[in-house]
């Protein structure tokens, strides 16, 4: 079974002569239970595929089938109980004035959970934040901690496709190792797809076992984490990517 | 670095203080570095007072901080005996700064031109024809295609690096001494952040500046400086030369490069960092270079 297949998938804003189209033709399929990432450089349309997987943009054509259903104008509540997002930045994902409980109660209310009072601490250990952290607010947590509250928000629903969007662009290197740990574990326990985007390649390397690389809005090319990791990508950007990742190249003539 | 030649600049024993409810704050502690005509990289996680630093050398803590240091020299001048008068014709004129991100710091409402003439003639005193010449000539110098086009445009009609290209020529029409570049390529992507960072090492080998690179960035740093200094909780922890830098002995520079996941070394865990708090009380180290 397929956990997430994209044919032909076309996203674009506003018509006529403002249209831009954010993502062009893009196939893509994720097999359940894989790892799955997305890079490209900002404006190439990775976020916009995870947005219209959610629903988060309403004018798309082409062909969606995520968890089993086949997306149309709108999304089912079931769907939401099989697919969750967890965003970039944890300090603008969050409400300010909702502390962790609220948050997560909220969130298992709309699941329809009725032991919410139960589940809540449970989340909070699966992430790993103790029970201490139930009635913080925001403010109080630090950023890994605010984006493990972010995955928790996301886990409530006990989902099967877990979409991140730069899940750890916002934090500190030691940090996003402790957060890439938790997802790397909780993707053992629960069997969860993943389809990751993000602009580092070291991290979708790490998370990933198949990347596809976009740019300008199309899928330039789809390789396996082995292809990339042996620095033998088939196309030209994919090439320019790779060798800017490894840090700075002094020129000859500034040698 | 030659040892006849004077430093560009001298920091002994550098504190940055912010009195809190709770007490005195200490942002940065004890910091000394010199610079000479090269590329010092200063590294460290959010909070670890690198930003800290580059300000101060500008004099640019604000009340109620308080900048302390034994010494804190321009070229043998003493800085901070400078009034702010004087600090003035230190500021964009010897010592120039690019931030992080070109959306917050060019003006909304003014051409890129008219703001890159601004910088230059305020310190120059030069006509408007030499200062429109000068901002054509620092356009071309950070490789923008179409300086025409772009010295009428506003800065929204920039793209990220365009902006940050503008940033660095408006910082380096007035030819500083030292350039301080905290964060400058962190707003932007990969091959972008390529061609900024060249335009920066020409000009520091072309000119002979110097330049300060603050960045989270442990391999790019590593790759584009001469020098690192390695800031954990106020302190400098370590200082390495920058290719050296993956030999760094000190624990927490050694967490830090393991919690990196790489390319060309896959593992299953990434180490977690486990912080000790004598990292946090010994001293700052001193250049032993």
Redesign the interface.
């Known amino acids: 079974m397929s956990g997430v297949e994209i044919e032909n998938l076309n996203v674009w804003f506003g018509d006529g002569e403002d249209r831009v189209d954010a993502v062009i033709d893009a196939s893509l399929r994720v097999e359940s239970g894989a790892s799955f990432g997305l890079v490209g450089e900002s404006g190439s349309g990775k976020s916009t595929i995870l947005r219209a997987i959610t629903g988060l943009v309403p004018t798309w054509s082409g062909k969606m089938v995520v968890a089993g259903e086949e997306l149309g104008d709108s999304r089912s509540a079931t769907f939401f109980n099989k697919v969750q997002m967890v965003f970039q930045d944890p300090y603008a994902s969050l409400h300010p004035r909702h502390s962790v409980d609220q948050v997560l109660s909220e969130t298992l209310h709309l699941h329809g959970y009725d032991d919410i009072d139960k589940r809540v601490p449970k989340l909070l250990e699966d992430v790993g934040l103790g029970t201490s952290f139930r009635f913080r607010y925001p403010h109080q947590l630090s950023g890994g901690q605010r984006q493990r509250v972010a995955i928790a928000r996301a886990l409530a629903p006990k989902p099967e496709i877990l979409l991140l969007d730069e899940p750890t662009s916002a934090l500190d290197v030691s940090v996003q190792a402790e957060i890439l740990n938790l997802l790397v574990d909780l993707r053992e326990e629960r069997k969860l797809t993943y389809v990751m985007v993000s602009h580092d390649l070291a991290v979708v390397g790490h998370m990933c076992e198949q990347i596809a690389v976009m740019q300008h809005g199309k899928v330039v090319e789809i390789m396996s984490v082995e292809e990339m990791r042996a620095m033998r990508p088939q196309n030209e950007y994919t090439k320019h990517l790779l060798t800017s990742s490894l840090g700075y190249s002094r020129p000859e003539s500034v040698r | 670095m030659s040892e006849q030649m004077p430093n560009l600049v001298d920091v002994d024993d550098l504190w940055v203080k912010f009195p809190t409810r709770t007490g005195m704050f200490d942002a940065v502690r004890g910091v000394s570095f010199s610079l000479g005509k090269e590329r010092l990289g200063i590294v460290g996680?959010?909070g670890s007072g690198k930003s800290m630093t580059g300000r101060a050398l500008l004099r640019l803590i604000r009340k109620p901080g308080i900048v302390e240091a034994k010494q804190m020299k321009l070229m043998g001048e003493d800085l901070l005996s400078k009034t702010e008068q004087e600090m003035r014709d230190v500021r964009g004129q010897r010592i120039s700064m690019v931030m992080q991100d070109p959306k917050f710091s060019l003006n909304p409402v003014m051409t890129i031109g008219d703001q890159i003439m601004e910088a230059y003639s305020l310190h120059a005193k030069a006509t408007k024809r030499d200062a429109k010449d000068k901002a054509m000539e620092m356009l071309k110098a950070v490789t923008i295609r179409d300086p025409d086009r772009v010295f009428r445009a506003y800065p929204h009609e920039m793209s990220?690096g365009m902006g940050q290209r503008v940033m660095i020529a408006m910082m380096l029409a007035p030819d500083p001494e030292i350039l301080i570049a905290d964060e400058p390529t962190s707003a932007l992507?990969?091959?972008?952040?390529?061609q900024v960072?060249?335009i920066m090492?020409?000009l520091v080998?072309e000119r002979g500046m110097g330049l300060i690179f603050i960045s989270?960035d442990?391999?790019?740093v590593?790759?584009?400086c001469d020098r690192v200094l390695i800031m954990y909780a106020g302190r400098v922890v370590e200082t390495c030369r920058a290719d050296k830098l993956h030999e760094a002995q000190h624990p927490y520079t050694r967490?830090?490069l393991n919690?990196?996941?790489?390319?060309?070394q896959?593992?299953?865990?990434?180490?977690?960092?486990k912080r000790d708090d004598a990292w946090r009380d010994a001293a700052s180290v001193v250049e032993t270079s």
């Open positions: 996680e959010s990220g992507d990969v091959s972008v952040q390529g960072l060249s090492d020409r080998e989270h442990l391999n790019l590593s790759s584009f967490g830090l919690s990196l996941p790489r390319l060309d896959p593992r299953d865990r990434l180490e977690v960092l």
